[in-house]
């Protein structure tokens, strides 16, 4: 009917035979053309000394431009923002002792590179004084100090952060110090403790690396990030900190004697605003009735970053682009994007969401897939998602071939001591899916076989397929939370991330020792196998969303997902919840709710009334979702029926089934989203005054992120942050003992879930 030439399976045959499969080479080690990227994107990152913004390195975007503009089958869209934003110029520390005598300068730059030692939104500042050491720089740290009669007001403080150290972000470090009083910061990366079984050699290199990030936009002390090899002189001159308080740290918070820094940073702010630029590409789809966007960020904190995430953003465009010349054309719209300004607190894509020549308000997008940052920096694959995806996720990872013979492949095998005949391909449900013959374990059955596996068992034998579901603190830096959490967009990103456990290799991120060399000598995807299998990965599953008529979600995971996290939440709060048991709840907060419509009763409400009948409701939609699964199930089936002439009316009935699914479905995440009545709901008193309420920026009323205020985030803040990163503003009400509030948003979150509800129905 509408002209298409290749069937769902010949599409995906195509493109995984295109990408390597089939071939005359004997393995798939070999990518030339990602090779060839890296390469290119290292040489022109070198012609600036940093890349945060396009303006910084026109030709980098020029670059870019050029690869979307070459794909014929591509709209390609430029859209151009100007900010007024501080570029970095120099920084400086000075040593002095108690005569005022200079006795260190540390160099603030990497062998090789000239990047300066910055944290981007900084501000220019100098300030002389002394300075105190505050270990990580956790709310407990500055009690500790507080207890012990350590001042931290009016010095320069040093903070030191480490890979487990990944709570707490340096810009909420740094926040945390001004907030104390510190007139200076200064940040170094702590190689040793968390690499000291890599060998001093390996080690003592890396020590120069400085590891780079972004403050908040309201901070207003001068912070430097240094190596962890120029700031020891520095934090030599601090005592041992002894079996005293401080026993478990690395060094005592004071100075052995009266020493001094000296702090200074310069940022440049241009008269003319910066420019930052998004690129977009764009495949027309046919039925024309929903988007799926790809994207991956261009801007870099450094002179040396291969972009990894690009080269395997245009790598997939090139295949596709091939598939349409043997005659594909996808049931839906497909979007790369290649984001500028990511680094600056995500700048680039804010300014760029509500932007309805680019997305059509109209259309739904069915999946934002990202490709992760720094995409490949170890051999993990890791995946954060939303739950409705865990089935397409891991049905299309066996599809995808991986080489026996790789190292990659081989030392997974060596980490967890399994063998290839241990690992079994189960469906989320936990059952054998060998013999199940959908399109995708067609695609399989020529490439598991004595030379090769698949990602799936590669997957399996490193953490039995886990995927991240908890989409609070993992993607709050990343462009998946705007789509998420402000688009009501489901997300998926996707990366091969660095485990100092098993990889071989150190990283440290933002630096400039993140590079195309170090890929390739520290053995980190030295074949750019890795690189390619997520070629292959997020090609497929980009085919798999487009050429699926109903939405391929699965609500049951996504609720099933929902409700797990709910049985948490209770647990963690029990106690605070049965001390509001017996409360009477105030009827102006629920009397023109369905909660209470449900529990239809004539007495007085107690709290205990409203979390019972919201447990109930919990339960019923988990066991509705499998029912309308099944139902979605059948009316993709039914789609592929062929029928007589005379019969056409059948062909209606089914059309009709899917549209309503689809509306179902493309609603989903939209039904989840706080709306304009459900702030006037927040923000209404008992006599009908308005109060003040944090703005939630239409948020999810599922996951979210605790806004930090260093003036209140305690220790407990951090510490269960991801916890929290579901049911997030029900946790937030609770901890502020309001009784009210958390009335109200479990009033709100029921209404919202008994629509789904009864929309499933």
Partial sequence: WHGIRLTKTDVKRHYLQMTGIGKSQNTLTTEEYIDSLLKNFTDINQQSSYNLMSQDNPKLTEFVISGFTDLKAFQTQVVKRKVNIGTPESSSVKLFDEQGKTIYIPS????????????????????????????????????????????????????????????????EKVAIAEHHGAKAVLSYYDIESDYNSFGKDKVKL??????????????????????QDEIKPILNTFAFPGNGPYSNWEFAPTTTAKYKLQVDTRFANSEEPKEFTNIVGTIKGIINDADIVIGARRDSYTSSNPLSGHAVLLEIMRYYQKLVNVGWKPLRNIKFVSWDASYLNLLGVESFINDTTVFNPKRTIVAYISIDGDAVTGSKFAVDANAV????????????????????????????????????????????????????????????????????????????????????????????MIFQKHLATPII????????????????????????????HEKVDDDLLLHGLLIRFIGLLGISLTEHEVYDYKTHAYFKAISTYYKQFKAETKESLSKWDDLVVPNYLIFKSTIFQDLDTNEPVKFRQITHQ????????????????????????????????????KKLQHYAEYKVSNYKLAYLENDLQLNDRDYLYLKTGENG?????????????????????????????????????????????????????????????????????????
Avoid at 475 to 480: L, P
Avoid at 501 to 520: C, F, M, R, T, V
Wanted: hydrophobic share 30%.
């Fill in 389 to 480: 995806f865990n089935s397409v996720l891991r049905r299309t990872a066996k599809s995808i071939p991986i080489p026996k013979e790789s190292v990659s492949y081989t030392n997974k095998m060596g980490e967890h001591n399994i063998g290839d005949d241990d690992v079994y391909i189960t469906d989320n449900k936990g059952n054998n899916n060998n013999n199940n013959n959908n399109d995708n374990d067609i695609l399989i059955d020529n490439f598991v076989h004595n030379d090769f596996t698949t990602l799936y068992r590669y997957w399996w034998k490193q953490d039995k397929t886990s995927i991240n579901n908890n989409l609070g603190l993992p993607i709050d830096s990343t462009e998946s």
């Fill in 108 to 171: 603030l730059l990497e062998l090789d590179y000239s990047t300066p030692a910055y944290f981007a939104l900084g501000k220019s500042g100098h300030f002389v004084g002394e300075y105190v050491f505050v270990n990580y720089g956790y709310p407990r740290d500055y009690s500790l100090l507080l207890d012990n009669n350590v001042e931290v007001k009016d010095k320069v403080v040093i903070i030191k952060s480490s890979y487990r150290d990944r709570n707490v972000t340096i810009c």
């Fill in 493 to 520: 990103n996707v990366r091969f991330e660095n485990d100092p456990e098993h990889d071989k290799a150190i990283y440290i991120p933002n630096s400039n020792y993140y590079s195309y060399d170090w890929l390739i």
């Fill in 689 to 761: 005054d308005i109060i003040d309420v944090p703005n939630y920026y239409y948020d999810s009323i599922i996951y979210g992120q605790q806004s930090f205020n260093p003036n209140e985030s305690n220790q407990e803040f951090f510490d269960k942050r991801y916890l929290h990163g579901s049911f997030t503003y029900l946790y937030q009400s609770i901890l502020n003992e309001d009784f009210e509030f958390t009335v109200k948003w479990f009033v709100m979150i029921y209404e919202k879930l008994n629509n789904i509800d009864y929309k499933m129905t």
């Fill in 614 to 649: 919201f447990n109930k409701l919990m339960d019923h939609i988990v066991n509705q979702t499998t029912i309308f699964d099944k139902w979605n199930e059948n009316v993709e089936d039914g789609l592929m029926q062929d029928y007589p002439w005379y019969m056409y009316y």
């Fill in 206 to 227: 890396l020590k120069n690396a400085i590891t780079r990030g972004s403050l908040l936009n309201n901070t207003k002390i001068p912070a430097i990030p240094i190596s």
